[in-house]
T-cell receptor, first 115, second 109 residues
Framework: DTGVSQDPRHKITKRGQNVTFRCDPI?????LYWYRQTLGQGPEFLTY????????KSRLLSDRFSAERPKGSFSTLEIQRTEQGDSAMYLC?????????????FGPGTRLLVL | GQNIDQPTEMTATEGAIVQINCTYQ??????LFWYQQHAGEAPTFLSY??LDGLEEKGRFSSFLSRSKGYSYLLLKELQMKDSASYLC??????????WGAGTKLIIKP
């Protein structure tokens, strides 16, 4: 397995457009996380899935953001009506939860620039 | 509220040793993680501590004191490729990761 992959790696869009990002987790991992990161900050939690169920969504997350993981494998994150403040690195991480043990492994990220 | 504190930036010399500190105040504790992040890249897992004491992995070691809400990452025999940000993250009582802002480590020859 080559690890977590994300597509695209870079996206430039105009304000008001919709964008969709894809994440393919490590194959046997049951949890998948989406984070947003801006320069000089740690990752900011957006949402996560246990298999296909979306278990938690950040209260800070605008209704313009939606995520799916339809078959419990890959996930998509869509941002509708993008704003300049959405410019950031969007990170996906996956993990295999066994008992209390869990380590998240990150993909390379999608860098979004909203003009 | 929940808080993770780390120094914003540190500078060290190639071949030397550096210690990056992390203090935390979280609702519950279920483990502490250190990640390395090179500029423009994703974080990569370095270490995990859930019990007090020192965990050693090659040139990197991580220490935890739960009673003090304190951890450090120790990097020995520094190499230029160690220039990166180092992120401390704590898993809280809800098993969610709370992230620090990261410490940017600059290595000088």
């Amino acid at each position: 397995d080559t690890g977590v992959s994300q597509d695209p790696r870079h996206k430039i869009t105009k304000r008001g457009q919709n964008v969709t990002f894809r994440c393919d987790p490590i194959s046997e991992h049951n949890r998948l996380y989406w984070y947003r990161q801006t320069l000089g900050q740690g990752p900011e939690f957006l949402t996560y899935f246990q298999n296909e169920a979306q278990l938690e969504k950040s209260r800070l997350l605008s209704d313009r953001f939606s995520a799916e993981r339809p078959k419990g494998s890959f996930s998509t994150l869509e941002i509708q009506r993008t704003e300049q403040g959405d410019s950031a690195m969007y990170l996906c991480a996956s993990s295999l939860v066994t008992g209390d043990q869990e380590t998240q492994y990150f993909g390379p990220g999608t860098r979004l620039l909203v003009l | 509220g929940q808080n993770i504190d780390q120094p914003t930036e540190m500078t060290a010399t190639e071949g030397a040793i550096v210690q990056i500190n992390c203090t935390y105040q979280t609702s519950g504790f279920n483990g502490l993680f250190w990640y390395q992040q090179h500029a423009g890249e994703a974080p990569t897992f370095l270490s995990y501590n859930v019990l007090d004491g020192l965990e050693e992995k090659g040139r990197f070691s991580s220490f935890l004191s739960r009673s003090k809400g304190y951890s450090y990452l120790l990097l020995k025999e520094l190499q230029m490729k160690d220039s990166a940000s180092y992120l401390c993250a704590v898993r809280d009582s809800n098993y969610q990761l709370i992230w620090g802002a990261g410490t940017k480590l600059i290595i000088k020859p």
